[in-house]
């Protein structure tokens, strides 16, 4: 069975710090691409990041870039997002999901995790 499971979000104030975790199963981890997206209350999914099969690639929005990174570890067949310097207007459910290499869109991708709920909140 391909899986994917997010885990660490939760309730963090301004400016604090949040790691994520991508556990995957079911698959050949070191083939695929892990990208993060997210989607908040009222707004469409978008792309946060992304990182290649072998982790020597990675792609940033503008919107993280400097506060954001992406890693993994293929002996663990677990992805990471760092999230640092957090604002209210990173408040969302964040997804990981798997694709051959990354892409800009959601729809490249084959499988999904079903998202951990991060609130950054005063």
Same mark, same amino acid.
């Given at each position: 069975?391909?899986?994917?499971?997010?885990? @660490?979000? @939760?309730?963090?104030?301004?400016?604090?710090?949040?790691?994520?975790?991508?556990?995957a199963?079911?698959?050949?981890?070191?083939? &695929?691409?892990?990208?993060?997206?997210?989607?908040?209350?009222? =707004?469409?999914?978008?792309?946060?990041?992304?990182?290649?099969?072998?982790? @020597?690639?990675?792609?940033?929005?503008?919107?993280? =870039?400097?506060?954001?990174?992406i890693?993994?570890?293929?002996? =663990?067949?677990?992805a &990471?997002?760092?999230?640092?310097?957090? =604002?209210?207007?990173?408040?969302?459910? &964040?997804?990981?999901?798997?694709?051959?290499?990354?892409?800009?869109?959601?729809?490249?991708?084959?499988?999904?995790?079903?998202?951990?709920?991060?609130?950054?909140?005063?």
């Open positions: 069975q391909l899986q994917l499971v997010e885990s @660490g979000g @939760g309730l963090v104030q301004p400016g604090g710090s949040l790691r994520l975790s991508c556990a199963s079911g698959f050949t981890f070191n083939r &695929y691409a892990i990208g993060w997206f997210r989607q908040a209350p009222g =707004k469409e999914r978008e792309g946060v990041l992304c990182i290649s099969s072998s982790g @020597g690639s990675t792609f940033y929005a503008d919107s993280v =870039k400097g506060r954001f990174t890693s993994r570890d293929n002996a =663990k067949n677990t &990471y997002l760092q999230m640092d310097s957090l =604002k209210p207007e990173d408040t969302a459910v &964040y997804s990981c999901a798997a694709a051959p290499f990354c892409v800009f869109t959601p729809r490249g991708y084959a499988y999904w995790g079903q998202g951990t709920q991060v609130t950054v909140s005063s």
